[in-house]
């Protein structure tokens, strides 16, 4: 079991910022020519997913990981507050509808794991229900699997002050005023909980696809990370362009 | 287990039409005032599934048992051979998103159960395959019970006589050649094979909801056994008329 509050928000001391950014597009660079082949030959698909607390960088990782790709092959999905008509269904019906065909690198800004946390810190919903949604994205995620999509599932883990420091900067900020929403800081009082609750998700599905917990005090240490386990995942793939027909 | 080749596709001897098809109109009386709580309500949901072989009726029960229904709260959809974008995703993909809502009727003219039926006759698909298709749908067809969705699975049950006769019929009345299609007279070869892929759908997905094995050599009685079938879902739910807010 991952121990969220003894786990590092921060790269190893020993990292150099430039030498990482500077590595950081090399594998950017391998990733546009891996996108390629995935796209021609259009059999496996990827999807990522990223989780994280308010502020904890899920929209940079778009801007910054992923905006070299080539946008055809590209599918980006945030998912907020329900809407009504999405309500009126079961929790993974707007999520399945949005996952990437063969072929696609779909990313997900939150997803189906919201499911499991906001009801649940709100206690909305009981908890013999967050277990049956459990197994519900087990299910979900092996037919995902079996369809040859590799799922990439990153937790963005961001320290109480760094998050602190970046709502501050949302209220100062004019660039930045958009993303302010007074409910990010209540919830911010909350993060015991919600570690606590995304500690069990952890625990009970990572059945079809393991997280990868990135440290993501530093935007840069995060894109590495999120880069190098993506551009993996790619390498493992057996991907090679179609042969002419 | 279900022994397809031995169970009745006619309705029972003693069975009096004229009596049966008036009876049928009542019952759909009674389903339309049903479907008025049940929509007004927006709590639950009733997904009737139709399958069957090649001009088994399954076209006509849409007619003959639900167009007296309110329009605003039904919802069909019929699933033919997947489009490229559909084969680009998993086999449930294209059934989730057509799932009905709260306070809507849903009715599948065919369904998820042909990705177990025509592939696995064809051989396109191997036996591991098709066993963890039917533990997808079992976990899918749970997760819209879980969210008050009533399943009903009808097989509608027809002759090979009788089958024979309506595709020859195709053939004969302009008005039914739209209907025709050289591949269903080939299909009809095929009938103890698909059968017996039929009776090993009934018994591996019969966990999550039922199914109605309904004699279809007569619309009338199959009319009436769906419609008696729909209603007494309907009345097992606890309806009501939402108060005033």
Redesign the interface.
């Known amino acids: 079991m991952h121990k969220l509050k003894n786990t590092d928000t921060k790269p190893p001391q020993e990292t150099d910022k430039e030498a990482c950014k500077l590595k950081t597009g090399e594998l950017q660079e391998q990733l546009r020519e891996k996108q390629k082949i995935l796209y021609a030959q259009?059999e496996y698909s990827i999807l990522v997913i990223l989780q994280g607390l308010d502020a904890s960088g899920k929209d940079g990782v778009l801007n910054d990981v992923f905006s070299g790709l080539n946008l055809l092959g590209v599918q980006v999905a945030a998912f907020k507050a329900p809407t009504e008509?999405e309500s009126?269904?079961?929790?993974?019906?707007r999520i399945?509808?949005k996952?990437p065909?063969?072929?696609?690198i779909g990313i997900f800004n939150r997803s189906h794991y919201e499911d499991v946390l906001v009801p649940r810190v709100e206690k909305w919903i009981d908890d013999k229900t967050i277990k049956?949604r459990f197994?519900?994205i087990n299910?979900?995620e092996?037919?995902?699997i079996?369809?040859n999509t590799v799922i990439l599932k990153f937790y963005l883990h961001v320290s109480a002050e760094e998050q602190k420091e970046r709502l501050t900067e949302r209220m100062e900020n004019r660039t930045k005023f958009w993303k302010h929403n007074d409910n990010d800081w209540q919830v911010a009082t909350k993060r015991d909980i919600y570690l606590d609750a995304y500690e069990d998700i952890f625990e009970h599905c990572s059945k079809a696809a393991d997280w990868h917990i990135v440290p993501a005090d530093k935007n840069w240490y995060k894109n590495h990370i999120i880069a190098k386990a993506t551009l993996k995942a790619l390498e493992q793939l057996p991907l090679k362009y179609p042969d002419l027909k």
């Open positions: 259009g008509e009126r269904h079961d929790f993974l019906w399945h509808q996952v065909g063969k072929g696609i049956k197994k519900h299910d979900f092996s037919l995902l079996e369809n």
